[in-house]
């Protein structure tokens, strides 16, 4: 067998936030779409990254085992037990009480380990050095803000310190959380993939900035009444971007075009009731009006 080719060389990061009670996983590598197999989660159960000489199996059987209440450590256990090619894989979980586990066979490429501690672990094989993982666990314990702010920044940290010795290609953010999930049905919170860049992890960050933008709910703080000079930008704004025919139109007129506006731009999950926007939408509708005006 070719375990050259097999191996899923990378370097993640599993966590949990006992306030908010998800669970993800952050992911880079030199490999095509390592999202694709890499990060398992669960909401309310647990997290998993398989890596290395990946197993898909640890992330569903994993999963499955922390459904019926085993921790962390009792999966890992279990796991590697049963496989024959436990020298070859590496692992990281974490449960939904914040219970961590991290493994790495002794048959990894250097440089091969991982650091497990409360709420996380993170791991990695053929990186630049111990200094990679060390460098991610503390930026976890260290930033605040949301699960997936944390997690990005460890791996952004990770790819400071040296990250994959071969290279960079592919990232990957899984974030779960009961009903997180588009309109509300599913736990799939976040999962955003980066499958093939020159700069795969600060285009992750990209592309999840315009994902809290598009999908993340409106801040009571941030709703604003469309009225007086708000109405007046608005109605210019959204004439010069083809929304509006009309070159006086009335109060129904711009808010009908606004409403329009959300909904072909995708804003859904930031619509308000009638005669209401949100900041965000704003401020984007006045970056799509400077950035017109700057190609002309």
Not at 49 to 69: I, R
Not at 150 to 161: F, I, M, T, V, Y
Not at 166 to 180: P, T, Y
Not at 206 to 234: C, M, T, W
Request: glycine content about 10%; charged content about 30%; hydrophobic content about 40%.
């Amino acid at each position: 067998m070719n375990k050259d080719r097999d191996f899923v060389n990378t370097y993640s990061i599993v966590g949990f936030d006992p306030e908010t009670k998800e669970l993800g996983v952050a992911v880079a590598s030199k490999f095509l779409s390592v999202g694709s197999i890499v990060p398992w989660a669960k909401a309310g159960v647990g997290a998993v990254a398989t890596q290395s000489w990946a197993n898909p199996l640890y992330g569903k059987e994993g999963l499955e085992l922390m459904a019926e209440g085993k921790s962390a450590e009792e999966v890992l256990k279990i796991l590697t037990e049963n496989d024959e090619q436990k020298l070859f894989r590496q692992v990281g979980i974490v449960d939904a009480n914040g219970n961590s586990a991290t493994f790495s066979g002794s048959e990894c490429y250097d440089w091969a380990g991982g650091l497990a501690g409360e709420n996380f672990a993170c791991q990695g094989n053929i990186l630049a050095g111990r200094e990679v993982v060390e460098a991610m666990a503390a930026t976890f314990q260290a930033t605040e803000g949301d699960l997936a702010t944390r997690l990005l920044k460890a791996l952004e940290s990770g790819e400071n310190a040296g990250g994959d010795r071969r290279g960079k290609q592919s990232a990957a953010l899984l974030v779960v959380k009961e009903n997180g999930g588009y309109g509300g049905v599913t736990d799939r919170y976040l999962d955003l993939r980066v499958d093939d860049h020159k700069e795969p992890v600060k285009e992750l960050e990209r592309i999840f900035a315009l994902h809290q933008l598009y999908f993340k709910k409106s801040e009571p703080g941030d709703i604003l009444l469309v009225e007086g000079e708000l109405k007046n930008k608005l109605s210019a704004a959204l004439q010069k971007l083809d929304f509006l025919k009309s070159v006086q139109p009335s109060d129904d007129e711009v808010l009908e075009a606004l409403k329009d506006f959300h909904l072909i731009e995708n804003f859904d999950e930031r619509v308000q009731e009638k005669g209401k926007v949100d900041r965000k939408v704003v401020e984007y509708i006045e970056f799509l009006v400077s950035d017109g005006e700057k190609g002309q």
